[in-house]
């Protein structure tokens, strides 16, 4: 039996009670799915990803969504928000906190809007993501049956995150999950939604996700992607953003987790005026792997993108960045920024990066820059004559690096904790953390 | 405290310091002053460690310890410290992060525990207020986006916070205006007392009238050529440098 | 004057004779292993070269045509090109520059093209060889007494096998790609150039090549090499655009640098891009390789391309030598239906290897265009160094400018740098010329060729000129 097959063998063990436009949804996927197969390094947008450890795995579904209550309090964000919990993909009701959503708001597990039968959800899910986009996308049509489904009406202003923890066990069995996040904003609307990946130290599942997030006229949508999860835990995750005229779409995608994470984020900017932020880090060890892979598609004139990932990688981790801008014919008037910056720590550590332009307008300002390297040795110098000691200095450094990118972070809560694990994941004599803290203590004062 | 004998020092194979000599005393503040190139700031350069600078010849003793046999955050830690005339910028470091870091090393240095966190922020708001900074300068990286005089007040504040027993200002009075000139050395006065000693590299005089030195010192070529007392610096300040140039070749 | 004076040399030239007795020895279409053999046996190859040709080629037959550059093209019927066939008869040529294209003759006299070259260059049965016999003579003697071999591939074969047998497909290997297969199976001629240690070689290896150019045939093959501190420049093709029949060009040029040895490789490539269709253009499909063998050596590319309907191309540097340097300097210009897809690979091996890359590219017209470029730094390349410019001016709103640059780096003491900017000529630019009395047209070539300053001043003198010139023929009627 192939790799595709194994996989869809696991589709018949599903419960069928799928709508007759959701089952044919699935045949679909499965279909395109089986045809694809896995990726190869074969296949440029897979190059330096192997997802062997993926195809080869024998990944069951989970059936129920128990989960530790004292581990839960510890993993999840300290924020007040709306929360949806799914565990190994299986909403939790018991883990999840959704009352009073304001008007003109919606917020519900994907399984409650799919039995429903749903029409928004039929009309919207699977209009970004097509089986065509990748045979992971593929896979995950053909299973998808939790998720949350996020709507807000036109003027609609959330007053608190929506804050969706996804969370991963580590039992016997490893399994896998197909969540399918869809986010539909509302003209003029606004919103924050976080997915955050965490779970228990030794899961080894794998995570096959697919948000996809459609923006009306003039709104604004927040999207982070924290991934926390364990050092073995496999995810594959894509984005898709639909952009209408003034709307506004910042990314943060921050990961410190997994022992294999490809993300892929693709924003097509469909309207004079739309704007798309794109905002990452990676800080990898061991022998993680990370490969981001964003494309913003400058549709119609006037729209906007500004990029900056940064990765930061020790070990034996790989990290992969691959950046494409695209101006489509007689979009004029574009500007579109990528920037990616990595630091190697250690002489094991790869990194694959690749921004790419392609143009075909001429009133465009676009520019990108990749840069590779080490810290700057007149800043070392600077700290030194202040009786900071080397290795000290290349930590503050270090930690600097990433606080760039953290800068933009809205949410204090998750800029403050990525930082944390950033400084506790440097030399721990140099009490990195304690500084954070002190600073966060002054800023509060 | 500070002991220079015969320093020779020469940069990218040019002597640039040529056997010069200075003593620093606890409690005294000296001002080394001289034309363009003379080698002024090499020498505070070389005494805080920076690289590009071969000593060919000579010692500098600080506290009775060859200097050159410290690092160059054992020198800071030990008391040498440095006020940059050019104050590098550091994104993304914050200041505070750079205080704590750099007063819990010389801290631990003297084998003292961490500071604590409150007794801390007592510590750099009060001295933050003394640069008249805002206590939100200390949440943003070092240095970055500073207007030339908030870059020389972060040098003095930092200073404050670390409270070196010899501290060199090289050329602390470039691109400031006539109120940050007067904060800067308000600044520098305030670290005066008898257990320190302050060392001003500066071309012009202005600055000795609002730190009163006890010692002045042209440096030509690469040499001491003539001391005195605070009253020289305004004769150069009249005269130019011409004379003193034609009294040492005489 | 113009007309008088080639008329002597038409006169000259038949004085001379032009005879040749290969006239006959044409092969039809297709390529088997009989086509290999004749070609081999044809040159007076020994068996070693043959069977080395024919190994590449059952490597070819195995392999598929690349489809990952960014370039669109009809397939290529690799059986209906005639591989092997002697040089047109004087009599089917134009007898005079009378019978060229006007156009063409204008554009010479634009670039500046010394008179004796153009019949040469417009395929004039004037051989502007024999006018410059004396002169080849006069590099040879020269070049000789230096001790440097520069000669064609052939007589190379022939008369230094040891040294080819050396270095042939040491760079650049039988099977590296599909368009490498097929010209190591094929080859025709090319240029060997060996260089021994300790000389730098006395003159650019320039006016006798660009003369004798015309003729080295669709599948060129070149060798160059640098023996320790030695040194060389080699001037590759012509500012003038080229007429040929052959519509695919499939070229390798090998580069040895060993220790202490410099190799300053430069090329300007004005080959026909076609009508305004693009109809008719020749298809450029090079491999170009520098192997920075030894510590120290370097390796530098410089080209300036503003020629083909197509052009595939990435001249690389392997840096294996300790502090050996690569650098690529690059002017791409395209225009009209033009599709470029070009770049360069820098791969660090050894310690403390630098690459340098500036890229530059102009799209007008309905062109298209590519920068394809590769630094990687291998886990041994400690204190390796990458910087990479590239920047991409677009003419008019019907072309396309790209960009995919490829970094892999497996070394934390490497620092790579890559940097790009895509835009269009400022209106203000313009404005702000014109407004000093400069038209449209005139301020456009002066601002692109400030924009290509970083490249030309690699070029050597002349050809520095000669480039500017060029680009301004190129982008003539892009304006307006």
Redesign the interface.
């Known amino acids: 039996m192939s790799a595709p097959e194994r996989f869809l063998e696991r589709l018949t063990l599903r419960r069928t009670d799928d709508p007759s436009w959701v089952a044919a949804r699935r045949q679909a996927g499965a279909a395109r799915f089986e045809a694809m197969g896995f990726p190869t390094r074969r296949d440029?947008a897979w190059k330096?990803t192997d997802v062997r450890r993926i195809a080869e795995g024998d990944f069951a579904l989970a059936t129920d969504a128990g989960f530790d209550a004292a581990r839960f309090e510890a993993q999840r964000l300290d924020i007040d928000a709306y929360r949806l919990v799914l565990v190994d993909g299986v909403f939790s009701e018991a883990l999840s906190e959704l009352e009073g959503l304001p008007d003109g708001v919606q917020v519900e597990p994907l399984s409650r809007a799919l039995s429903a039968n749903h029409e928004a959800v039929g009309g919207a899910l699977g209009r970004l993501a097509g089986v065509d986009f990748s045979p992971f996308t593929a896979l995950n049509t053909a299973f998808a049956d939790e998720g949350v489904v996020v709507r807000l009406a036109p003027g609609a202003v959330v007053d608190k995150p929506i804050y969706v923890l996804l969370l991963s066990r580590a039992n016997g069995q490893a399994v896998m999950s197909h969540p399918r996040v869809l986010i539909e904003a509302g003209a003029r609307s606004e919103a924050t939604v976080i997915e955050h990946y965490s779970g228990e130290a030794e899961a080894a599942n794998f995570t096959n996700v697919v948000t996809e997030v459609l923006l009306d006229r003039g709104a604004i949508v927040d999207h982070y992607k924290l991934q926390e999860a364990a050092l073995t835990d496999l995810h594959v995750a894509s984005i898709h953003v639909d952009q209408s005229r003034d709307s506004r779409f910042n990314s943060y995608n921050l990961n410190l987790g997994g022992a294999l994470v490809r993300t892929d984020l693709v924003t097509d900017l469909n309207g004079e005026g739309a704007e798309a932020a794109y905002n990452g880090l990676f800080f990898v060890q061991g022998r993680q792997h990370v490969d981001n892979h964003t494309l913003v598609n400058h549709n119609s004139p006037r729209t906007f993108s500004n990029e900056n990932y940064k990765g930061v990688l020790d070990d034996r981790s790989h990290g992969v960045f691959n950046g494409k801008v695209f101006v489509k014919?007689?979009a004029?008037q574009i500007e579109a920024y990528q920037n990616n910056a990595?630091l190697?720590?250690?002489?094991?550590?790869?990194?694959?990066?690749?921004?790419?332009?392609?143009?075909?307008?001429?009133?465009?300002?676009?520019?990108?820059?990749?840069?590779?390297?080490?810290l700057?040795e007149?800043?070392v110098?600077?700290?030194?004559?202040?009786?900071?000691?080397?290795p000290?200095?290349r930590a503050?450094?270090t930690?600097?690096?990433?606080?760039?990118v953290m800068?933009k972070v809205r949410l204090n809560v998750i800029a403050e904790r990525v930082e944390r694990a950033v400084a506790g994941r440097l030399p721990e004599r140099?009490?990195l953390a304690?500084?954070v803290?002190?600073?966060e203590?002054?800023?509060e004062? | 405290m500070l002991e220079v004998k015969d320093l020779h020092v020469t940069v990218e194979d040019k002597a640039i310091l040529n056997g010069l000599n200075l003593t620093i005393n606890a409690g005294e503040v000296h001002a080394i002053m001289g034309p363009n190139g003379a080698g002024k700031s090499t020498l505070s350069a070389v005494i805080a460690g920076k690289d590009g600078y071969e000593v060919t010849q000579g010692t500098i003793l600080f506290e009775g310890q060859d200097i050159f046999e410290m690092e160059i955050e054992e020198r800071a830690r030990a008391g040498l410290l440095l006020g940059f005339q050019y104050p590098i910028e550091i994104p993304g470091v914050k200041n505070i992060y750079l205080l704590k870091a750099a007063l819990n090393a010389q801290r631990a240095a003297r084998g003292e525990g961490e500071i604590p966190a409150p007794e801390f922020m007592k510590l750099v708001r009060e001295k933050s207020a003394e640069m008249k900074m805002d206590p939100s300068f200390l949440q943003r990286a070092v240095n970055e986006g500073f207007s030339g005089g908030e870059k020389k007040r972060n040098e003095i504040l930092q200073m404050l916070v670390l409270q070196p027993k010899l501290a060199m200002l090289d050329e602390i009075d470039s691109g400031l205006d006539i109120d940050a000139m007067k904060v800067v050395a308000s600044g520098v006065n305030s670290l005066r007392s008898a257990d320190r000693a302050i060392l001003l590299v500066t071309h012009y005089q202005r600055l000795l009238n609002h730190i009163e030195p006890d010692r002045v010192h042209v440096l030509v070529d690469g040499r001491i050529v003539k001391s005195g007392d605070k009253e020289l610096a305004l004769e150069l300040e009249a005269r130019g440098y011409d004379w003193v140039l034609e009294e040492s070749a005489a | 004057m113009a007309s008088e004076e080639m008329e002597q040399l038409v006169r000259r030239e038949y004085k001379q004779g032009f005879v040749t007795d290969i006239e006959s020895d044409t092969v039809p279409p297709g390529l088997d292993e009989s086509t290999i053999a004749f070609i081999s046996q044809k040159k007076g190859e020994p068996q070693w070269m043959l069977e080395w040709r024919l190994e590449a080629y059952h490597q070819w037959l195995k392999m598929t045509p690349p489809s990952w550059a960014h370039l669109e093209y009809p397939p290529i019927d690799y059986q209906a090109i005639s591989y092997f066939s002697a040089p047109k008869k004087p009599e089917d040529r134009p007898q005079s520059l009378d019978e060229v294209d006007p156009k063409l003759l204008e554009t010479y006299e634009k670039l500046g093209i010394p008179l004796h070259e153009r019949a040469a260059l417009a395929g004039v049965a004037v051989d502007a060889v024999f006018d410059s016999v004396s002169v080849t003579t006069t590099f040879k003697e020269k070049l000789h007494e230096a001790g440097v071999i520069f000669c064609s591939i052939s007589e190379a074969i022939r008369e230094y096998p040891e040294l080819v047998r050396q270095y042939l497909g040491t760079v650049v290997p039988q099977a590296d790609n599909y368009f490498a297969a097929l010209n190591s199976a094929v080859f025709t001629d090319g240029s060997f150039v060996y260089v021994p240690e300790g000389v730098k070689c006395p003159m650019e290896l320039s006016t006798y090549f660009r003369i004798n150019a015309a003729n080295t045939g669709q599948f060129e093959r070149t060798l160059i090499v640098c023996d320790k501190q030695a040194q060389v420049s080699y001037l590759e093709g012509c500012t003038a655009p080229m007429r040929d029949e052959n519509q695919l060009h499939a070229a390798v040029v090998e580069l040895v640098a060993l220790e202490d040895a410099y190799i300053k490789y430069s090329t300007v490539q004005n080959w026909y891009p076609g009508d305004e269709d693009g109809k008719g253009g020749i298809y450029n499909f090079v491999t170009k390789r520098g192997d920075c063998r030894g510590d120290r050596s370097r390796i530098s590319w410089t080209q300036v391309e503003t020629g083909s309907a197509i052009t595939w191309k990435y001249p690389s540097c392997m840096l294996r030598g300790k502090e050996s340097i690569g650098e690529f300097y690059s002017v791409a210009v395209t225009n009209g239906r033009q599709q470029a897809d070009t770049g360069t690979k820098m791969i660090h091996i050894g310690e403390g290897t630098r690459s340098t890359i500036v890229a530059k590219g102009i799209a007008a017209g309905r062109s298209d265009q590519s920068y394809r470029g590769l630094v990687k730094i291998g886990p041994r390349a400690k204190g390796a160094r990458n910087y990479t410019q590239c920047d991409s001016l677009l003419i008019g709103d019907q072309c396309g400018a790209h960009t995919f640059p490829y970094q892999e780096i497996g070394n934390s003491t490497a620092t790579v740098e890559h940097e790009a900017t895509t835009s269009k000529i400022a209106d203000d630019q313009l404005f702000y010329c014109r407004a000093r009395g400069i038209d449209e047209e005139d301020a456009v070539s002066m601002i692109v060729n400030g924009f290509c300053k970083d490249v030309f001043q690699e070029l050597p003198m002349e050809f520095a000129v000669e480039a500017e010139a060029l680009l301004n023929v190129t982008l003539e009627g892009s304006v307006g």
């Open positions: 440029e330096y014919k007689d004029q990595n190697l720590l250690s002489d094991r550590a790869e990194i694959d990066t690749k921004p790419e332009l392609v143009i075909y307008a001429d009133d465009v300002k676009c520019s990108h820059g990749a840069t590779t390297g080490q700057d007149d800043a110098y600077a700290l030194r004559s202040r009786g900071i000691d080397e000290m200095a503050l450094l930690l600097a690096f990433v606080g760039e800068d140099f009490n304690d500084l803290e002190t600073a203590a002054v800023q004062a």
